[in-house]
């Protein structure tokens, strides 16, 4: 195009950049010849130029859990129409997988990296830091994030009101009249898991429900870890009348359990779980949930970023979204005559487990 306008390619480069510097004839002159060939600017060359490649990282534990769909779909319906791209890595919850996350969107000149419920340890904070790219958390933080001086002090954060969203479940069981009430926690490595456990806690003490500690049991948000966790509850002397799973994935086990024990939901036990994942809604699981505003946050992420890009030397915040109760059939008021169940072994739920899923679904505790 240079050669056949008679000028430099600086001046060619200047003018599709609109840049003041070119005159305006020979500016009407370059694009008009650009729209007769169809141009397009290259993103890779751009990038090397202004070290921009209109594109942002997502870095999530796993692509299994639909909230993270959800918070994508958010993020894109606000970047898209900026003229923006989501490259997407998932880590398997590997420490050195999400390193090498981080190295591959670095040297792909990403414009900002979005962690999405990723336990980050210190090497990945620094990495993170030391990148010099805007950074957004969902949902995780890590142990140093609003430390003065400290590697994550520059990273914003978007995530939902984990705390409040459980207490509320917790209020909506024991306005039920259920006061012995289990809970399956979330990977305890996980602020937002411990969130959710401090809410647990909180309201049962402040409602006068039981304290038994065994009533408590750790999950790891799957399926799996939700069977598990839903067998040692409800094997216990005195099982709960209702069970809180920290996600739905989680709830989806316990049900599954309950049936396997001769239970029905919600007449013999009532199953609540924390996202509202799209499947909570079918009429056959019909679960009661605290609905995370995935795409909210997604778009909040988006937004943020967009405010980031033009202006880089932004103090950083924390914004935390308001979480809804959705009551469905999964919970009814406590029974009259609390049915133990039949009883279900830790071997018998492991064979069920093996036959039924394949070895790689299953994760070992």
Not at 27 to 35: E, F, I
Not at 51 to 69: E, M
Request: charged share 20%; glycine share 6%.
């Amino acid at each position: 195009m240079a050669d056949a306008l008679g000028v430099a390619p600086s001046t060619v480069s200047n003018a599709l950049h609109d840049k003041d510097i070119v005159a305006p004839r020979t500016k009407a002159r370059v694009l008009a010849m650009a729209r007769e060939m169809n141009y397009q600017a290259s993103a890779a060359a751009r990038a090397l130029v202004t070290r921009q490649s209109s594109s942002v990282g997502v870095i999530l534990p796993d692509f299994a859990n639909p909230v993270f769909n959800e918070i994508i779909s958010g993020l894109n319906a606000v970047l898209v129409r900026a003229g923006y791209a989501t490259l997407v890595a998932s880590t398997s919850n590997d420490g050195r997988t999400c390193k090498a996350a981080i190295h591959a969107f670095v040297k792909r000149d990403v414009d900002a990296i979005v962690v999405i419920s990723q336990s980050l340890d210190v090497d990945e904070t620094a990495q993170l830091a030391g990148c010099g790219l805007p950074v957004i958390l969902v949902h995780r933080t890590p142990a140093d994030w609003q430390t003065a001086h400290a590697p994550s002090s520059s990273f914003d954060y978007v995530g939902m009101d984990n705390a409040a969203g459980v207490r509320a479940l917790v209020e909506h069981l024991a306005a039920l009249g259920h006061r012995r009430i289990g809970f399956i926690t979330g990977p305890l490595q996980s602020s937002a898991a411990c969130e959710r456990t401090d809410g647990f806690r909180h309201a049962v003490a402040a409602l006068g429900l039981d304290e038994d500690p065994r009533l408590v049991t750790e999950g790891s948000y799957d399926f799996i870890s939700g069977m598990r966790g839903a067998r040692e509850l409800l094997s216990l002397p005195q099982r709960p009348t209702a069970v809180i799973a920290a996600n739905d994935l989680m709830a989806f086990g316990t049900m599954d359990v309950a049936q396997q024990m001769g239970l029905a939901v919600p007449q013999n036990l009532s199953i609540v779980g924390v996202d509202d994942v799209f499947f909570s809604a079918f009429p056959m699981i019909s679960l009661t949930t605290a609905r995370q505003p995935a795409i909210e946050i997604g778009g909040s992420v988006g937004e943020r970023l967009l405010e980031r890009f033009s202006n880089d030397a932004l103090c950083p915040i924390a914004v935390t979204l308001p979480v809804e109760v959705i009551v469905r059939h999964s919970t009814a008021p406590v029974p009259v005559i609390v049915n133990p169940g039949r009883p279900l072994s830790v071997e018998s739920l492991e064979a069920y487990l093996a036959s039924r899923w394949k070895p790689s679904t299953i994760i070992v505790a």
